[in-house]
């Protein structure tokens, strides 16, 4: 049975690192998903047995996660991530135009998958997805006091109701935890490579490896280098740096440091504090692009020492975190609305631990 689970989560090797990591957020999202949509189904068979609406609902996104899971494993991650987006968009808009504007949890809902779709296929897919989901809300209700669409509209039992409103809230939960979770371990990586990078510094002072070979590990690094000299003039760069603020090596060799930095809460940008200070280390900062536009970024710092000892340079090291910045405000975004939605409703929401009441 292990050995089948483990052969069932083994993914299909994709060489573009966007799909790699769409893959390895859906490996992990489309598994919870029907554990959660499996239970919450169980749960409404057993206590409002007359629920059919919901009871097909839930079965259909049962049908796509599997779906999507068959897909994922035959190397289409992309399509399988739009499938289960748009799927679960179209049976949120439906189940509105069934039960009419009364269900509150609908806006919820739609939140959630909205911001889903910016964490699985990135900032592009949110417009399309809020706008679809923001066009399907305003035609519900506007249909609704028009007239021209009729639902069900009516009071539904306490056993639902708190069913569906612990099943959004589990679904929220999740998704600010898995938001979290993800970003945690981008920052941990990148102190990971820092300190790796720094220790092969430490190490290549006493080996003979020769400069073409060092050059080739720094130019194949995932983080921006930048290396100055002690006039702060910058004498080497690598090419993630140029590809993520859109320079040209010459229009950035024997130019100083400010021309890419922007002073930050710790002035990484004063070439004076980076070498005479203490080691800077995981310090967020902010780099200006060839364009003008700023670029935050997790920022690392050691003084470059000689064979004598003495301070030769600054080697710098950054990682792009604008992403994981985004998803951080996202998830905070989306538990003020969470809460701001559960002030307003007139639904009892209730968080217990299992001798306090956390929140009413």
Not at 87 to 97: Q, Y
Request: net charge negative; charged share 15%.
């Amino acid at each position: 049975m292990v050995q089948w689970f483990k052969r069932l989560q083994e993914l299909p090797t994709f060489e573009n690192e966007e799909t790699a990591r769409i893959a390895a957020l859906l490996r992990m999202g489309l598994p919870l998903g029907f554990s959660l949509n499996l239970a919450f189904f169980l749960a409404i068979i057993v206590f409002v047995p007359h629920q059919t609406v919901f009871q097909l609902a839930l079965l259909g996104g049962l049908a796509l996660e599997i779906t999507g899971f068959w897909l994922l494993k035959r190397g289409y991650a992309r399509i399988s991530a739009w499938l289960v987006i748009i799927f679960a968009s179209a049976m949120t808009t439906a189940v509105l135009f069934v039960l009419g504007p009364n269900y509150e949890s609908n806006f919820i809902t739609h939140l959630v998958i909205v911001l889903f779709a910016g964490l699985i296929l990135g900032a592009r897919s949110v417009p399309l997805i809020g706008g679809i989901s923001l066009v399907s809300w305003a035609i519900g209700l506007i249909g609704y006091n028009a007239g021209w669409l009729q639902g069900q509209n009516y009071p539904m039992d306490f056993e639902y109701r708190l069913i569906s409103d612990v099943a959004i809230f589990v679904f929220s939960c999740v998704f600010i935890f898995w938001t979290a979770y993800k970003t945690e371990q981008a920052l941990i990586q990148s102190r990971n490579t820092t300190q790796a990078l720094q220790q092969a510094l430490d190490d290549l002072q006493h080996t003979t490896i020769s400069r073409t070979f060092l050059d080739n590990i720094l130019q194949s690094m995932a983080e921006m280098l930048v290396v100055l000299d002690m006039e702060g003039q910058i004498v080497m760069v690598n090419e993630s740096l140029l590809n993520c603020l859109g320079y040209a090596q010459a229009e950035l060799i024997g130019q100083p440091f400010q021309r890419i930095s922007v002073a930050g809460i710790s002035d990484t940008s004063s070439v004076e504090t980076l070498l005479t200070a203490s080691p800077v280390r995981y310090s967020e900062s902010t780099y200006r692009a060839q364009d003008g536009s700023e670029v935050a970024v997790l920022f690392s710092s050691h003084p470059l020492a000689g064979e004598n000892g003495q301070v030769q340079g600054v080697v710098c090291v950054a990682q792009d975190i604008t992403e994981q910045l985004r998803n951080r405000q996202a998830m905070l975004n989306s538990e003020k609305r969470f809460l701001a939605v559960a002030e307003a409703s007139q639904t009892a929401v209730i968080m217990m631990s299992k001798t306090n009441i956390l929140y009413t």
